[in-house]
T-cell receptor, first 117, second 117 residues
Framework: AQTVTQSQPEMSVQEAETVTLSCTYD???????LFWYKQPPSRQMILVIR??????QNATENRFSVNFQKAAKSFSLKISDSQLGDAAMYFC??????????????FGKGTHLIIQP | GAVVSQHPSWVICKSGTSVKIECRSL??????MFWYRQFPKKSLMLMAT?????????EQGVEKDKFLINHASLTLSTLTVTSAHPEDSSFYIC?????????????FGPGTRLTVT
Protein backbone atom coordinates (compact mmCIF):
# COMPACT_ATOMS: atom_id res chain seq x y z
CA ALA A 1 0.00 0.00 0.00
CA GLN A 2 1.11 3.51 -0.71
CA THR A 3 1.47 6.20 1.92
CA VAL A 4 1.77 9.96 1.59
CA THR A 5 3.30 12.08 4.32
CA GLN A 6 3.03 15.82 4.77
CA SER A 7 5.09 16.80 7.78
CA GLN A 8 4.00 20.45 7.97
CA PRO A 9 0.52 20.80 9.52
CA GLU A 10 0.66 24.56 9.04
CA MET A 11 2.79 27.05 7.14
CA SER A 12 2.69 30.83 7.13
CA VAL A 13 4.12 33.17 4.51
CA GLN A 14 4.04 36.88 3.81
CA GLU A 15 2.10 37.98 0.77
CA ALA A 16 4.31 38.15 -2.36
CA GLU A 17 6.92 35.83 -0.88
CA THR A 18 7.72 32.24 -1.80
CA VAL A 19 6.76 29.18 0.22
CA THR A 20 7.54 25.50 -0.20
CA LEU A 21 5.27 22.72 1.02
CA SER A 22 6.82 19.31 1.62
CA CYS A 23 5.52 15.87 0.70
CA THR A 24 7.11 12.45 0.78
CA TYR A 25 5.57 9.18 -0.28
CA ASP A 26 6.25 5.51 -0.14
CA UNK A 27 5.53 3.08 -2.96
CA UNK A 28 6.97 0.01 -4.58
CA UNK A 29 5.58 1.02 -7.97
CA UNK A 30 7.58 2.71 -10.68
CA UNK A 31 4.75 4.32 -12.62
CA UNK A 32 2.33 6.64 -10.91
CA UNK A 33 0.96 10.16 -10.70
CA LEU A 34 1.50 12.71 -7.98
CA PHE A 35 -0.79 15.66 -7.37
CA TRP A 36 -1.17 18.75 -5.29
CA TYR A 37 -4.74 19.74 -4.50
CA LYS A 38 -5.96 22.93 -2.88
CA GLN A 39 -9.01 22.92 -0.61
CA PRO A 40 -10.26 26.41 0.27
CA PRO A 41 -12.87 27.03 2.97
CA SER A 42 -15.58 26.12 0.44
CA ARG A 43 -14.08 22.58 0.59
CA GLN A 44 -14.12 22.21 -3.19
CA MET A 45 -11.02 20.25 -4.18
CA ILE A 46 -9.03 22.11 -6.82
CA LEU A 47 -6.20 20.50 -8.76
CA VAL A 48 -3.10 22.67 -8.52
CA ILE A 49 -0.54 20.60 -10.37
CA ARG A 50 0.11 17.06 -11.60
CA UNK A 51 3.38 15.18 -12.09
CA UNK A 52 3.79 11.94 -13.99
CA UNK A 53 6.49 9.78 -12.44
CA UNK A 54 8.06 8.81 -15.75
CA UNK A 55 8.72 12.44 -16.59
CA UNK A 56 11.97 13.80 -15.20
CA GLN A 57 11.01 17.40 -15.86
CA ASN A 58 9.33 19.12 -12.96
CA ALA A 59 5.78 20.29 -13.63
CA THR A 60 5.01 24.01 -13.58
CA GLU A 61 1.69 25.87 -13.61
CA ASN A 62 2.16 29.64 -13.51
CA ARG A 63 3.23 30.49 -9.92
CA PHE A 64 3.16 26.86 -8.84
CA SER A 65 6.02 24.45 -9.45
CA VAL A 66 7.14 21.15 -8.01
CA ASN A 67 10.46 19.61 -7.10
CA PHE A 68 10.04 15.93 -7.92
CA GLN A 69 12.81 13.69 -6.63
CA LYS A 70 11.82 10.16 -7.62
CA ALA A 71 14.69 8.35 -5.96
CA ALA A 72 14.11 10.20 -2.72
CA LYS A 73 10.32 9.84 -3.10
CA SER A 74 9.90 13.52 -2.48
CA PHE A 75 7.40 15.88 -4.13
CA SER A 76 7.44 19.44 -2.83
CA LEU A 77 5.28 22.34 -4.03
CA LYS A 78 6.68 25.82 -4.42
CA ILE A 79 4.32 28.76 -4.55
CA SER A 80 5.92 31.94 -5.81
CA ASP A 81 4.58 35.46 -5.28
CA SER A 82 2.07 34.22 -2.72
CA GLN A 83 -1.36 35.81 -2.91
CA LEU A 84 -4.14 36.07 -0.36
CA GLY A 85 -6.22 33.73 -2.49
CA ASP A 86 -3.64 31.00 -2.05
CA ALA A 87 -4.68 30.56 1.58
CA ALA A 88 -6.15 27.06 1.88
CA MET A 89 -5.44 23.48 2.86
CA TYR A 90 -3.03 21.82 0.46
CA PHE A 91 -3.06 18.08 0.00
CA CYS A 92 -0.42 15.97 -1.67
CA UNK A 93 -1.87 12.88 -3.36
CA UNK A 94 -0.69 9.71 -5.08
CA UNK A 95 -2.35 7.60 -7.73
CA UNK A 96 -1.12 4.42 -9.30
CA UNK A 97 -1.10 4.02 -13.06
CA UNK A 98 -1.20 0.25 -12.79
CA UNK A 99 -4.97 0.04 -12.59
CA UNK A 100 -5.57 1.91 -15.82
CA UNK A 101 -6.99 4.86 -13.94
CA UNK A 102 -9.28 2.76 -11.81
CA UNK A 103 -7.48 3.59 -8.60
CA UNK A 104 -8.53 6.27 -6.19
CA UNK A 105 -6.19 8.80 -4.67
CA UNK A 106 -4.15 8.39 -1.52
CA PHE A 107 -3.89 11.72 0.27
CA GLY A 108 -1.49 13.15 2.80
CA LYS A 109 -2.83 14.80 5.93
CA GLY A 110 -2.60 18.25 4.45
CA THR A 111 -0.83 21.53 5.14
CA HIS A 112 -2.77 24.60 6.18
CA LEU A 113 -1.26 27.55 4.34
CA ILE A 114 -1.73 30.99 5.86
CA ILE A 115 -0.93 34.12 3.86
CA GLN A 116 0.01 37.14 5.95
CA PRO A 117 -0.95 40.45 4.30
CA GLY B 1 -16.17 21.49 -18.76
CA ALA B 2 -15.54 18.55 -16.41
CA VAL B 3 -18.08 19.50 -13.78
CA VAL B 4 -19.17 17.14 -11.04
CA SER B 5 -22.16 17.93 -8.86
CA GLN B 6 -23.34 16.47 -5.58
CA HIS B 7 -26.78 16.56 -4.05
CA PRO B 8 -27.60 17.47 -1.40
CA SER B 9 -24.85 19.80 -0.29
CA TRP B 10 -25.93 19.50 3.34
CA VAL B 11 -28.25 17.02 5.00
CA ILE B 12 -29.34 16.46 8.57
CA CYS B 13 -30.95 13.17 9.46
CA LYS B 14 -32.03 11.36 12.58
CA SER B 15 -30.15 8.41 13.97
CA GLY B 16 -31.40 5.16 12.49
CA THR B 17 -32.60 6.61 9.21
CA SER B 18 -30.98 6.28 5.79
CA VAL B 19 -29.77 9.06 3.56
CA LYS B 20 -28.83 9.03 -0.11
CA ILE B 21 -26.16 11.25 -1.67
CA GLU B 22 -25.96 11.70 -5.44
CA CYS B 23 -22.86 12.34 -7.51
CA ARG B 24 -23.29 13.39 -11.14
CA SER B 25 -20.84 14.09 -13.92
CA LEU B 26 -22.54 16.91 -15.82
CA UNK B 27 -20.60 17.13 -19.06
CA UNK B 28 -18.67 13.89 -19.41
CA UNK B 29 -19.15 10.18 -19.00
CA UNK B 30 -17.67 8.52 -15.97
CA UNK B 31 -17.33 4.75 -15.90
CA UNK B 32 -15.58 5.08 -12.57
CA MET B 33 -16.44 7.29 -9.64
CA PHE B 34 -14.84 7.42 -6.22
CA TRP B 35 -16.27 8.18 -2.81
CA TYR B 36 -14.16 9.83 -0.12
CA ARG B 37 -14.83 10.74 3.46
CA GLN B 38 -13.30 13.73 5.21
CA PHE B 39 -13.47 14.35 8.94
CA PRO B 40 -13.11 17.93 10.22
CA LYS B 41 -9.61 19.26 9.64
CA LYS B 42 -8.52 15.87 8.39
CA SER B 43 -7.50 14.33 5.13
CA LEU B 44 -9.66 12.58 2.56
CA MET B 45 -9.97 8.84 2.92
CA LEU B 46 -11.01 6.72 -0.03
CA MET B 47 -14.08 4.70 0.87
CA ALA B 48 -14.93 2.91 -2.34
CA THR B 49 -14.61 2.80 -6.07
CA UNK B 50 -17.87 2.83 -7.98
CA UNK B 51 -17.96 1.17 -11.38
CA UNK B 52 -20.82 1.64 -13.82
CA UNK B 53 -22.85 -1.52 -14.20
CA UNK B 54 -20.96 -3.54 -11.60
CA UNK B 55 -20.45 -3.83 -7.87
CA UNK B 56 -18.45 -1.25 -6.03
CA UNK B 57 -15.05 -2.04 -4.59
CA UNK B 58 -14.72 -1.05 -0.95
CA GLU B 59 -11.55 -0.13 0.91
CA GLN B 60 -10.53 -2.17 3.88
CA GLY B 61 -12.50 -1.25 6.98
CA VAL B 62 -15.44 0.27 5.12
CA GLU B 63 -18.72 -1.53 5.80
CA LYS B 64 -20.32 -2.30 2.47
CA ASP B 65 -23.70 -2.99 4.05
CA LYS B 66 -23.67 0.39 5.71
CA PHE B 67 -22.45 2.44 2.76
CA LEU B 68 -24.39 1.22 -0.26
CA ILE B 69 -23.08 2.39 -3.60
CA ASN B 70 -24.94 2.21 -6.88
CA HIS B 71 -23.57 3.34 -10.23
CA ALA B 72 -26.48 2.77 -12.58
CA SER B 73 -25.45 5.07 -15.39
CA LEU B 74 -22.36 6.70 -16.86
CA THR B 75 -23.20 9.99 -15.16
CA LEU B 76 -24.64 9.04 -11.78
CA SER B 77 -23.38 7.28 -8.69
CA THR B 78 -25.21 7.23 -5.37
CA LEU B 79 -24.00 6.61 -1.84
CA THR B 80 -26.63 5.55 0.68
CA VAL B 81 -25.72 5.66 4.34
CA THR B 82 -28.00 3.11 5.96
CA SER B 83 -29.11 3.20 9.58
CA ALA B 84 -27.07 6.33 10.13
CA HIS B 85 -25.49 7.03 13.51
CA PRO B 86 -23.82 10.18 14.86
CA GLU B 87 -20.39 8.72 14.12
CA ASP B 88 -21.33 8.71 10.42
CA SER B 89 -21.46 12.50 10.51
CA SER B 90 -18.81 13.68 8.10
CA PHE B 91 -18.08 15.38 4.81
CA TYR B 92 -18.51 13.05 1.84
CA ILE B 93 -16.83 13.91 -1.45
CA CYS B 94 -17.11 12.13 -4.76
CA UNK B 95 -14.86 12.30 -7.77
CA UNK B 96 -15.45 11.10 -11.29
CA UNK B 97 -12.91 9.83 -13.78
CA UNK B 98 -13.24 11.27 -17.23
CA UNK B 99 -13.58 8.28 -19.52
CA UNK B 100 -12.43 10.24 -22.50
CA UNK B 101 -9.01 11.41 -21.37
CA UNK B 102 -5.86 9.34 -21.49
CA UNK B 103 -4.68 10.71 -18.18
CA UNK B 104 -7.78 9.43 -16.40
CA UNK B 105 -8.19 12.79 -14.79
CA UNK B 106 -10.46 12.81 -11.74
CA UNK B 107 -12.77 15.69 -11.04
CA PHE B 108 -14.21 16.36 -7.61
CA GLY B 109 -17.70 17.26 -6.56
CA PRO B 110 -18.30 20.04 -4.02
CA GLY B 111 -19.01 17.59 -1.22
CA THR B 112 -21.96 16.76 1.02
CA ARG B 113 -22.00 17.52 4.71
CA LEU B 114 -23.91 14.85 6.65
CA THR B 115 -25.01 15.51 10.21
CA VAL B 116 -26.70 12.68 12.09
CA THR B 117 -28.57 13.73 15.23
Amino acid sequence: AQTVTQSQPEMSVQEAETVTLSCTYDTSESDYYLFWYKQPPSRQMILVIRQEAYKQQNATENRFSVNFQKAAKSFSLKISDSQLGDAAMYFCAYRSRAGGGADGLTFGKGTHLIIQP
Amino acid sequence: GAVVSQHPSWVICKSGTSVKIECRSLDFQATTMFWYRQFPKKSLMLMATSNEGSKATYEQGVEKDKFLINHASLTLSTLTVTSAHPEDSSFYICSARDHGTGTYEQYFGPGTRLTVT
